[in-house]
């Protein structure tokens, strides 16, 4: 199978000068390779079988020499061809592999023959390759480019949050061959999420089972913390913090003071506030650029009202109770 995708993308794609010995004609995709008289990789007829490990590289040596002499728009696309191929290779032999009843452990013990690849990396592959088992189709969508690797690897999650049923979804993957991999990844999204929706479940009571709260580092460097949930629940949150940012910034000077003259910006404040309802160290424009001397301030800690509800079916909120910390 190799020979021939490499034999097929040869024929279409390579164009051999005389020079070089070979031309397009030359090429055989019926399991041989012929060359001009007796050299090269031919035998004493001119041509040869399909070609062992060790013959391999040198024909995909003269390959990324042909493409070295490519403009380099057509190079890019020929690079991005053959990865394509290959790739779909891959994921054909690893999905062979867990046919055969391979664990886990043993195919990304198998992945891991492809060179150096992380953990994250070997999971994905072996990812990827099941979706392939699991939809055969796939594995011509990611050859010819219909799916790229990376709407591969969503679909290949999908799979895993919705028991194998979004890589065989029809409608599904009409979806993600006809739009760009940042398109189809909400598609895919919503499709799991749909998958996974009780019948008759309310928007608030979707929003209350995916609650979540999570921690991450964003692409400046930054600690996060990320609170996902029920849209009367952040409301509530969002009201409390703004609520308490807005006597920070009467504090700080309000208008009175020119923005420029405040000693925090708007986000700043609304950090402090609500970092304010979660840590008992908190003390504004201390000074302490490692929080060393705050952690040490416990006995600065603000009285503090919190008011707890209940949020029912409907995303109402009931039952205010106060009390004091």
């Not at 890019?76 to 592999?97: K, P, W």
């Not at 400046?220 to 509530?236: C, K, S």
């Amino acid at each position: 199978m190799v020979g021939s995708l490499v034999c097929m993308s040869l024929a279409e794609e390579l164009r051999f000068d005389g020079g070089a010995g070979w031309d397009a004609d030359s090429v055989s995709c019926a399991g041989r390779v012929s060359g001009p008289g007796s050299g090269g990789l031919g035998g004493s007829d001119g041509s040869v079988g399909l070609l062992d490990a060790s013959e391999l590289v040198p024909v995909f040596e003269l390959v990324v020499a042909s493409m070295g002499v490519l403009e380099p728009t057509p190079a890019v696309a020929m690079i991005g061809r053959f990865q394509r191929l290959l790739s779909a290779f891959e994921a054909d032999i690893v999905a062979s592999h867990i046919d055969s009843g391979a664990s886990p452990r043993a195919t990304e013990d198998l992945v891991s023959q492809g060179g150096k690849r992380s953990k994250k990396e070997r999971k994905k592959r072996a990812r990827r390759a099941g979706a392939v088992r699991n939809n055969p189709s796939l594995k011509d969508d990611l050859a010819d480019g219909t799916v790229s690797e990376e709407q591969l690897d969503d679909l290949a999650d999908a799979d895993i949050k919705t028991g194998g049923a979004a890589s065989k979804n029809p409608e599904l993957l009409d979806k993600v061959r006809a739009t760009n991999p940042d398109q189809s990844k909400e598609l895919v999204k919503k499709f799991v999420d749909q998958h996974n929706q009780p019948d008759n479940e309310t928007r608030h009571q979707k929003q209350r089972r995916l609650r979540k709260v999570s921690r991450f580092t964003t692409k400046d460097g930054m600690d996060a913390v990320l609170a996902e949930g029920d849209t009367a629940t952040i409301n509530a949150i969002w009201k409390l913090v703004s609520d308490r940012a807005d006597q920070l910034y009467r504090k700080d000077g309000g208008r009175n003071l020119p923005r420029s003259k405040h000693d925090r910006t708007s986000a700043q404040r609304m950090f402090d506030a609500f970092t304010e309802h979660f840590t008992t160290t908190h003390s504004p424009n201390s000074g302490d650029d490692d929080g060393s001397k705050a952690a040490r301030r416990t006995d600065t800690r603000r009285p503090t009202i919190i008011v707890g509800v209940s949020v029912d079916d409907d995303g109402q909120l009931t039952g205010p109770v106060a009390y004091g910390t």
